[in-house]
Nanobody, 120 residues
Framework: QVQLVESGGGLVQAGGSLRLSCAASGSIFRINDMGWYRQTPGKQRELVAAITSGGNTDYADSVKGRFTISRDNAKNTVDLQMNSLKPEDTAAYYC??????????????WGQGTQVTVSS
């Protein structure tokens, strides 16, 4: 069994910062891409930031220059540092990882989500 557990959400004023963390545990052979997505009611889940196992990153245009994704391959963790937060960043944030539990067995896993609320 593989689990992704997120932490670090909460309520913050506009202009503030939050750091989200996600830890993967269980029967893991290798973790490939990891990322953070967000979703608001009535809208599709959207990619916020992604990072490959080699450290290459990609960001949604709306968060470039404000958010930073990082990972620790030894600890199976991925973090999202969010600075200069805006009310429009308010959403449920989900951790995602493509995980191989065996050499030829890989699939996408999701965390349970953590709420980020930015007040104006």
């Amino acid at each position: 069994q593989v689990q992704l557990v997120e932490s670090g959400g909460g309520l913050v004023q506009a202009g503030g910062s939050l750091r989200l963390s996600c830890a993967a545990s269980g029967s893991i052979f290798r973790i490939n891409d990891m990322g953070w997505y967000r979703q608001t009611p009535g809208k599709q889940r959207e990619l916020v930031a992604a990072i490959t196992s080699g450290g290459n990153t990609d960001y949604a245009d709306s968060v470039k220059g404000r958010f930073t994704i990082s990972r620790d391959n030894a600890k199976n963790t991925v973090d999202l540092q969010m600075n200069s937060l805006k009310p429009e960043d308010t959403a449920a944030y989900y951790c995602n990882a493509e995980i191989q539990t065996r050499v030829l067995l890989r699939r996408s896993y999701w965390g349970q989500g953590t709420q980020v609320t930015v007040s104006s």
